[in-house]
Nanobody, 121 residues
């Protein structure tokens, strides 16, 4: 089946790090772009990052620039979001989603199941 399977969430202390994974199955990432989103209780969904496998473009929300890094591994058909210096405002359910090739073309039709990120001492 065509799906995105996420892993890597969990509980970390403030200032800690996590790496989220988004593994694609049933298709290859080369023709697509993958966005990372988060949604916290009482807040709107926010796009935090994007990576295009068509032109190599990566994007970041201002709130995560300098702390988060998105990357892709074609051999593993997987996208990663490295999250460093996690802050109390970062906890949310994080989702990856597929669109049709380029960041900025916001037609995300296939979504991962989401994974919880919690920051607490």
């Amino acid at each position: 089946q065509v799906q995105l399977v996420q892993s890597g969430g969990g509980l970390v202390q403030p200032g800690g790090s996590l790496r989220l994974s988004c593994a694609a199955s049933g298709f290859t990432l080369g023709g697509y772009n993958i966005g990372w989103f988060r949604q916290a209780p009482g807040k709107e969904r926010e796009e935090v990052s994007c990576i295009s496998f068509r032109d190599g473009t990566t994007t970041y929300a201002d709130s995560v620039k300098g702390r988060f890094t998105v990357s892709g591994d074609n051999a593993e058909n997987t996208v990663y979001l490295q999250m460093n210096a996690l802050q109390p405002e970062d906890p949310a359910v994080y989702y990856c989603a597929r669109s049709w090739g380029y960041c900025g073309e916001d037609d995300y039709g296939k979504w991962g199941q989401g994974t919880q990120v919690t920051v607490s001492s």
